[in-house]
């Protein structure tokens, strides 16, 4: 067998290099404890980084890191790289983590434009450091997600967004017409490393776990070729950030739980619904003290206490029906960032063909939909299905430039000659034409049908 053959071999069957009996180094199997471990005292914590090397957490972690694919790190290595890299230096990676010594790399800086303006910072860790925090994160999770508030859906298992907008929904029907909505300013950007670890280490014993969980944090933010240090924030775009979001403000939870509050929070976004304004107003001064409690500041333009009708959670809000049955909606504000990213992949056709256009269209509509499925509002999404092939034909219209073309593909489809001519005189005025009877005839939405674009209706 040549050793290039080997080497596929060896990635394919994910050799995470342990010995047959075990997943810890021989020298701690037979009773010489990690120097980092001593002094551990609670029992089940202070071994957590054993854990996490074990074998069957490495290759779980390994297939969800490449599962989720994502960007590259300041390294360059790809998640399909991994396994050919791990198998060959995982024996090193190990016995760093079970010393305390693994030392994480510089996040990439990366920015995503959002939808209201502005762009959200992401900071994308390495593959290999993605890796690291995905095992860390299966031995953490199963013990500190049990001790969550049930009111808290985000980033846990078996919990979606859907699951809170519903319960916020129950709320309101029930008479809690005031919704405290707070909006904490730029959170991820602003976790304070000492508040966090403080929470962690009332939680773990493990050294090692603390000192990787603090360098991580601490690691910095490579942008424009320099490392930039980092004293605050936990970056979005590793897998262990949400966990440790969830870790900060449970605090939180468990003071509106000792309250008697109704609230529901998914990630930083927090909502508490009451039954008077007064009442509501008590509980933004509650939440102020407890946010500064852990250094974190609340956006008061972005905050409100108001109807939940007149306010947005997690793209969703609610009105009210006949019979006051509240149901929920699209946001006006999601609403309108749909409709601007689809004018986005209509507008401008840079030499692509319609199937492409059509293609970027139906991935985006798809999810799109998924997740506005709750929904009570099939009028709008009617509205919305016209309005998408409309803005389809207008791409069309655009792909055929001149009015002779028009009126070519237009008789090609069978449009009959008078209407045809008379489209085809203002083939330009392209929303205008877009929305005539020559390209409904033509185009119509049987044709996009079969071409699967998704309706939202239905």
């Known amino acids: 067998m040549s050793l290039e053959d080997a080497r596929r071999q060896k ?22 404890a990690s120097t980092a471990a001593i002094g551990n005292e609670r029992p089940g914590t202070d071994r957590l980084m054993e854990e996490v090397v074990q074998r069957g957490n490495a290759k779980a972690a390994l297939k969800r890191v490449r599962r989720n694919k ?6 360059g290595m790809t998640v399909d790289e991994l396994p050919e890299y791990l198998a060959e230096h ?68 078996g919990r979606r967004a859907h699951d809170a907008v519903c319960e916020a929904q129950r709320y309101v029907q029930e008479g809690r017409r005031v919704v405290v909505d707070v909006d904490l300013e730029k959170f991820f950007d602003r976790v304070n490393h000492d508040v ?41 775009g590793g897998p262990l950030s949400p966990l440790l979001a969830n870790v900060l403000l449970d605090e939180v939870d468990k003071e509106l739980e000792r309250r008697g509050l109704s609230f529901v929070r998914y990630a930083d976004d927090l909502n508490v619904y009451v039954r008077s304004k007064r ?6 001064q509650t939440l102020r003290r407890l946010y500064a409690r852990l250094r974190l500041r609340v956006n008061e333009a972005k905050s409100a206490v108001a109807r939940p009708q007149d306010r947005k959670f997690l793209g969703y809000s609610f009105w009210v029906a006949k019979g006051c049955e509240i149901r929920r909606r699209v ?23 319609m199937q492409a256009i059509i293609a970027e269209l139906r991935s985006y509509l798809t999810g799109w939909k998924e997740y506005f ?13 016209e309005w998408i092939r409309r803005r389809l034909r207008l791409a069309q219209l655009k792909q055929w430039k001149r009015g ?23 083939a330009t005025r392209w929303w205008r034409t877009a929305g005539h009877g020559a390209l409904h005839t033509a185009l119509p939405t049987s044709f996009y049908d079969r071409m699967e674009v998704p309706r939202l209706a239905g």
């Not at 009442?279 to 933004?284: F, L, S």
């Open 279 to 284: 009442a509501g107003e008590d509980a933004m």
């Open 90 to 157: 995982w024996e090193e990676i190990r016995e760093q983590l079970l010393a305390g010594t693994y030392q994480p790399k510089p996040v990439k800086r990366q920015e995503i434009p959002k939808s209201g303006g502005g762009v959200r910072e992401l900071g994308i860790p390495t593959a290999l450091d993605r890796f690291v925090q995905q095992a860390i994160l299966q031995v953490l999770q199963p013990r500190f997600d049990p001790t969550f508030s049930e009111h808290s859906h985000g980033f846990r298992p």
């Open 331 to 353: 946001a006006p504000k999601a609403l309108a960032a749909m409709k601007e990213r689809v004018r986005e992949i209509t507008a401008r056709n840079g030499g692509r063909s």
């Open 11 to 32: 990635t394919r069957q994910l050799v995470l290099p342990l010995d047959g009996r075990g997943d810890a180094p021989r020298s701690q199997r037979s009773g010489e």
């Open 404 to 426: 002779s073309t028009v009126y070519r593909e237009l008789r090609a489809r069978g449009v009959p000659e008078r209407v045809t001519r008379a489209a085809a005189a203002h």
């Open 373 to 385: 499925r709750l929904a009570d509002t099939p009028r709008i999404f009617s509205d919305l299905d």
């Open 196 to 236: 966090l670890m403080g929470k962690l280490s009332a939680r773990i014993e493990d050294k090692r776990m603390l000192g990787h969980i603090r360098r991580y944090l601490e690691a910095g933010i490579m942008a424009n070729g320099v490392v930039v240090e980092r004293w605050e924030g936990t970056p979005q």
């Open 70 to 75: 994502g960007s590259p790190g300041v390294d």
